[in-house]
C-alpha cells in the first residue's frame, strides 16, 4: 500500500493498494507528485500527492530498491553499486554513479533519501547508512544503527527506511517490519 499516516498516532488518512502482484518499494515526492517503484515488477506508478490518486506509469529495467528526488529529477537504486538519475517526465536515465567506499564498490545500496546537497543510502541486510556524494559517488561518511534497535524480535527485518522529518534537521529512521521510527 502507498499510505499518508499521521506521525503522531499512527493512524492511517489515506491509502491506495497496489495489486496482489506489485511489493512497493521506494517513494519520492517531487512537484505535487508521488513516485513509486515496485521491487521486481518493473513498474514505477505516479501518483497526486494530495489524493493518491493514480496520475501515470513507467516501465524500466532491472530491480527498484530505492527512489529519491533532489528537487529536480529522481534518484534510483536498484541493489548494486549503482544508482541511476532519472527523468521524472520520462523516467529515463541520464545518469549513472557508481556507489564507492576507498576506491572499492558498495552494494545493495537500498533505501535512497536527498538531506543537504547528498544522498542518504542504507546497505541493505546491514544497519549502516551511507552518505554518498552524488556528484562522485564516493561514500563521505558511515553511520552504524545497530543499537538503534539491538533486540529485534526474529519476525522482525533490516534497517530500511530513511525520511526526512517535517521538523528541520531531523531524519526519520525504520525498518521492514519495525512497530516504530526513530527519529
Do not use: C
Not at 499521521?6 to 515526492?29: I, S, W
Not at 516501465?59 to 538519475?85: E, K, P
Not at 576507498?102 to 543537504?116: A, S
Amino acid at each position: 500500500e502507498l499510505r499518508r499516516v499521521d506521525l503522531a498516532t499512527g493512524q492511517v488518512l489515506a491509502r491506495h493498494t497496489l495489486g496482489g502482484d506489485r511489493f512497493g518499494e521506494g517513494l519520492a515526492l517531487l512537484g505535487g507528485k508521488l513516485y513509486q517503484l515496485t521491487w521486481e515488477s518493473q513498474v514505477a506508478y505516479v501518483y497526486d500527492a494530495a489524493t493518491l490518486a493514480p496520475l501515470d506509469s513507467f516501465v524500466y529495467t532491472g530491480q527498484g530498491w530505492g527512489l529519491a528526488t533532489d528537487g529536480t529529477a529522481l534518484w534510483m537504486s536498484d541493489g548494486s553499486d549503482s544508482l541511476r538519475l532519472l527523468d521524472p517526465a520520462t523516467f529515463a536515465t541520464t545518469r549513472v554513479v557508481k556507489v564507492r567506499l576507498g576506491g572499492r564498490p558498495v552494494v545493495r545500496i537500498n533505501e535512497l533519501e536527498w538531506v543537504d546537497g547528498t544522498i542518504l543510502a542504507n546497505v541493505y541486510e546491514t544497519d549502516r547508512i551511507v552518505r554518498i556524494d552524488p556528484a562522485t559517488g564516493e561514500v563521505t561518511r558511515s553511520y552504524d544503527f545497530a543499537e538503534l534497535y539491538p533486540d529485534r524480535p526474529p519476525e522482525v527485518d533490516v534497517l530500511n527506511g530513511i525520511a526526512t522529518s517535517p521538523v528541520d534537521g531531523e531524519l526519520l529512521i525504520t525498518g521492514k517490519l519495525w512497530p516504530t521510527m526513530y527519529r
